[in-house]
């Protein structure tokens, strides 16, 4: 075995920075969309980067939907992940790039602290096919570049911290290494927790049981120390608080479950995917197998990582059944269902145990940690996830706020909303105008349109040629000339509608503006337009 080689393998320093650094490197290749130009056309649309560039109310334009449910209360997103973007933001000036620098310093954070998690119990191989595993998660990448929740790709980012920290309580008291140093851990332990909340606060609350098991499971039965009792209780209290403000806030419509076969088939529904990773659940269930088959040996490798291996079992199993319809009666009599819009988004509490377990089979047989065996198993992850590093992508950059955000939810006795207070459905991104000429007196309106969450009716777009305050020509019609109405739009997906106004021979010189929107043929309603009291967005033409 050449030095380099077992550097790698003992837990020294040197071995520690190259298993790093390694899966660092891999970590870069699930960033690598984010380096195209442009911006990939998410579920959450352009929401994340208008957000970003509005950090004074976050979110400003409002956080995506999930499903066919909108978000409010402790389901929506926190400032804490636009905080984050804002060097980002001031250097390129953009918040479209801000939050892509964002998504990929989430990434790179995950793999980080997954990496310091799990080494001390897996070692160095062992944390590199973990933060490999973690950070290329079907779910993890199908909840940035599929869904566009950029508050959840925050978690992601903090929760394997948020575990290190609580085994550095543990391990420091087992160690004997004095209260300032217990104390320090504790202290780092709440603020990832704050941190958390300020992220998404509904999906940190859900988690809190599991980070509260964990510490009580793993390392309280060994010794029970009363830091670890008061982090515990520490733990519980914002739970309780988070269950009491969430009283009443659930979404009105019937909570998406899933079916167990969806878990592992790739079957997508409206544009999603909820697998939970072949090769990462495959490579669980031979960790268990091999925990099994060495239980009982006085490994000194293995001291402490049975109690975790059988803890993260059982962890995965509660999540897993959380989104399926057996657990609907739970939902109902606790505040899960207001922690988060659909039960799927627990998913996100899977990715801590499949990683530790899929590490976890490079300790248990020390064949699968030689360096052969080691790199097919890397490249056997990544490349099983790698049809969801591939989204569609759209060179428009409407800027720090786009042209218009209608509200389609708000009917006409709604109050007026304001943009820092209504839900954004559908954006305005652009429009561009081919003014008329005197061989062809038609002017040609070209509307970008993109829905951020779905939208139940079709609607009929208005364009009025104004001249001052006088209607001079008109054209109602459904987007595309009906070839793809409003109730068809997939979130995040960019429209291209176009709009041609014959002038009227009589017609006067100008200057002209146009008067935009939607509205219900049947009902003449008009959709709400954020910011504005009339309905009605206005464009200068010439």
């Known amino acids: 075995m050449s030095s380099q080689s077992r550097a790698w393998r003992e837990a020294g320093p040197p071995g520690a920075i190259l298993g790093l650094l390694l899966a660092l490197g891999l970590a870069v290749l699930a960033l690598a969309p984010l380096t195209y130009p442009g911006f990939f056309q998410a579920r959450s649309g352009y929401l994340p980067a208008l957000n970003a560039a509005h950090i004074e109310v976050a979110p400003h334009w409002g956080s995506p ?45 995950g793999a980080t602290g997954t990496y310091g998690w799990t080494r001390r119990r897996l070692g160095n191989r062992g944390a590199t096919l973990a933060a490999t595993v973690y950070t290329f998660l079907p779910w993890h990448l199908s909840a940035v570049y599929t869904r566009g929740a950029y508050a959840e790709a925050w978690l992601w980012a903090l929760w394997p911290f948020l575990l290190w920290a609580v085994d550095g309580v543990g391990h420091r008291r087992e160690c004997s290494r004095g209260l300032a140093g217990i104390l320090a851990s504790l202290a780092l332990a709440i603020a990832l927790l704050a941190m958390t909340f300020w992220t998404q606060a509904g999906l940190a609350a859900l988690a809190l049981p599991l980070i509260v098991a964990y510490a009580l499971v793993v390392h309280l039965p060994r010794r029970p120390v009363v830091p670890l009792v008061g982090m515990a209780l520490l733990l519980l209290i914002p739970l309780a608080v988070a269950a009491a403000a969430a009283d009443g806030s659930a979404g009105s419509s019937a909570p998406q479950f899933l079916y ?59 999540v897993l059944a959380l989104t399926l319809p057996l657990t609907a009666p739970l939902w109902r009599v606790t505040a899960f269902d207001a922690l988060v819009a659909q039960p799927w988004q627990a998913l996100a509490l899977a990715g801590p145990p499949l990683a530790f377990l899929a590490g976890a089979t490079v300790r248990l047989d020390r064949r699968l940690a030689a360096l052969p065996a080691l790199a097919g198993l890397l490249a056997l992850v990544i490349l099983a996830s790698y049809p969801r590093l591939a989204p569609e992508f759209t060179p428009i950059d409407p800027g720090s706020e786009p042209v218009a955000a209608f509200d389609t939810g708000r009917g006409p006795a709604a109050p007026e909303p304001e943009a820092a207070g209504g839900t954004a459905h559908v954006l305005l991104l652009d429009y561009r105008v081919q003014p008329p000429t005197e061989i062809t007196p038609t002017l040609t309106l070209t509307l970008t349109w993109q829905a951020v969450a779905p939208v139940e009716a079709d609607y009929t777009v208005f364009v009025h040629l104004l001249a001052g305050e006088e209607k001079v020509a008109q054209r109602d019609s459904q987007p595309c000339d009906g070839e793809c109405p409003t109730s068809t739009w997939q979130p995040g997906r960019i429209v291209v509608d176009r709009h041609a106004i014959s002038l009227p021979p009589e017609a006067p010189a100008g200057p002209y503006r146009l008067a935009v929107g939607l509205y219900l043929l049947e009902t003449g309603d008009r959709a709400a337009v954020l910011g504005r009291d009339d309905r009605t967005v206005y464009l200068n033409v010439y």
């Open 65 to 109: 939907a999930e499903g066919d449910r909108p978000v409010g209360g402790l389901q929506a997103e926190g400032r804490l992940p636009y905080l984050l973007a804002q060097p980002f933001l001031a250097l390129s000036g953009s918040g479209v790039t801000a939050v892509k620098w964002g998504y990929g310093l989430a990434f790179l954070l």
């Open 260 to 318: 167990p076969f969806q878990l592992f088939v790739d079957g997508r529904g409206e544009g999603l995917s909820f697998q939970l990773g072949t090769v990462a659940a495959g490579l669980a269930v031979v960790a268990l197998a091999l925990g099994a088959g060495r239980r009982g040996e006085a490994d000194p490798l293995l001291a402490g990582l049975g109690r975790r291996l059988w803890f993260w079992a059982g962890a995965l199993l509660v």
